[in-house]
């Protein structure tokens, strides 16, 4: 470049720019401004013009065919399209190709001869020497290839739910054990113990035979919902208790009401309160003196006592008096007897309350 700088602008023009095309004028103008200046010379875009008016017949009779420029991947045939960003260019780009293998394909075994004509040439024996074993063969050849897709569907399979069986039979085997050491160390008989065996065994076929049946893409399911529950935020912890209270009743105990004799210290329980103030009360103010009752001789309370008596065995008298006075209605004689006595008792017994 600093050898083309030191060139003078005729040198430039002459050995240079009348041999540079369109484009390349466009990268040499961005180098400096000398070389901007040449570029957009006038005489420079006529020149070549005229050039080209006059080199145009001898290069269009020059220039390859579109064969050629096919093979050269110069130019794109209108059954090849340019790969492109759109998803559906892409998808034609690729299925162009094979869509016209497939129909070059078809065409060719439309037009192939019929098997009667390659007999008649000779390339193809007759029907009837064809072995006799062929459909027997043909059968062989169809259970072959059902078995060999049936084997490979099994092993994708099973190679899924193996890692899930081995699991499986570990833990039953150690059930196993476990059952087996356990009948050991209590003592039981071998029977009891062949018999868990045999039921653990039975489980374990039983839990393989599952899990064998389940089609694998259930037990993706089961075990992805089992792992997405697994990898979940556990759920919030419920807040906790208060803590328990040493007294709960909130019944002053002794050591409270020695601090409240001791200190004005308050407490918070609303009958510990209650109780430090039946305190201070009764420290503060003493309770008036209780009326005495007057005693009572002997003889009043005798007299009470007989009283009491009394007047309840006049009640049972006169109610036996009475129920004999309706039960013997006929004689009047008979009812004046009986209310002598009666009348005699209740004297009596008044005068002895007076």
Not at 50 to 55: D, Y
Not at 173 to 189: F, H, M, N, P, Y
Not at 273 to 297: D, G, M, N, V
Request: glycine share 2%.
């Amino acid at each position: 470049m600093d050898r083309l700088s030191a060139l003078p602008d005729e040198l430039l023009w002459l050995i240079l720019l009348a041999h540079l095309d369109i484009s390349d004028w466009q990268t040499l103008a961005l180098v400096s401004h000398r070389f901007r200046s040449l570029v957009q010379d006038p005489r420079l875009h006529k020149s070549r013009r005229l050039l080209a008016a006059h080199s145009l017949d001898d290069a269009l009779a020059n220039r390859p065919s579109p064969v050629d420029l096919y093979r050269r991947n110069v130019l794109l045939s209108p059954n090849r399209l340019a790969p492109g960003a759109e998803p559906n260019r892409t998808y034609m780009l690729l299925t162009l190709p094979r869509r016209q293998s497939r129909d070059r394909l078809a065409r060719a075994l439309a037009n192939r001869p019929s098997r009667e004509e390659l007999c008649a040439r000779g390339l193809v024996p007759p029907a009837s020497n064809i072995g006799v074993y062929a459909a027997q063969t043909i059968k062989r050849l169809e259970r072959r290839s059902v078995e060999n897709l049936l084997a490979s569907f099994l092993n994708t399979r099973a190679s899924s739910s193996i890692a899930v069986i081995a699991i499986q039979r570990r833990t039953n085997a150690e059930k196993i054990e476990e059952l087996a050491t356990t009948d050991r160390s209590v003592g039981q008989s071998s029977s009891l113990s062949f018999n868990a065996l045999r039921r653990q065994a039975l489980a374990e076929k039983n839990g393989c035979e599952y899990f064998v049946r389940t089609s694998v893409s259930a037990l993706v399911s089961m075990y992805s919902f089992t792992a997405a529950l697994l990898a979940a935020p556990p759920p919030p912890r419920a807040p906790p208790l208060p803590p328990k209270l040493a007294n709960p009743n909130c019944n002053p105990t002794e050591q409270d009401i020695t601090q409240s004799k001791s200190s004005n210290s308050t407490l918070t329980s609303v009958s510990a309160i209650k109780r430090k103030f039946e305190l201070l009360a009764q420290q503060s103010y003493s309770a008036p003196p209780c009326p005495k009752t007057p005693q009572r001789s002997f003889v009043e309370c005798r007299k009470k006592y007989f009283l009491s008596s009394d007047i309840s065995l006049v009640k049972t008298i006169s109610r036996s008096a009475s129920s004999s006075s309706l039960s013997s209605e006929t004689s009047s004689g008979s009812c004046s007897r009986a209310q002598g006595p009666v009348a005699a008792l209740r004297q009596h017994f008044i005068s002895l309350s007076c």
